[in-house]
């Protein structure tokens, strides 16, 4: 019994000469991908390339001060100041004198040395004390620092 569909026949049509090249290059690729990116086969993996970027970053990073550059720089104090006023008065006061945070004309918890001091604002502490590395920058770290210090050892009024 046949059936009739409208007269639709199926006929064998060849697959395009574009897309069988395009199969087989995409076959190819995958070989190619598979050899050079599977660690077992071709050594490589991104945990190597990670570490030897890394080495390359810590061979030429800065070097890590120990001391504050901007200590008595009355230009690097002003701007300390400003952004003293816009990033930690908040917790700190207005006048260095605590408040949320810690007062920062007294004894200081983490160390008073610059360095110290430097890592507490930059790496933050425990219990509230954020990090300000990424939003402020080593060189406006320091200056924070130096018109912190410029309050702390000279009594000057913030």
Known sequence: MQENYDDIKEQH???PLGMFLFFIGMALWGIYYIASYTPAVSGWSQRKVY???VAKEKAVA????????????PKAIAEGKVLYASNCSACHGEHLK???????TGHLKYGETDDKKFESIAKGRPNGM???????GRDRIWKVLAY???????GQKP
Do not use: M
């Not at 605590?98 to 920062?104: E, F, Q, S």
């Not at 954020?130 to 402020?136: A, C, G, K, T, V």
């Not at 210090?149 to 000279?154: C, F, G, H, L, T």
């Open 51 to 53: 570490d030897e970027q």
């Open 98 to 104: 605590g408040g949320v945070g810690a007062d920062l």
């Open 13 to 15: 049509n060849k697959l």
């Open 62 to 73: 800065k070097p890590v001060l120990t001391e504050n550059p901007y200590e008595h720089d």
């Open 130 to 136: 954020p990090s300000f590395e990424q939003q402020l």
């Open 148 to 154: 912190v210090d410029s309050v702390r050892e000279y």
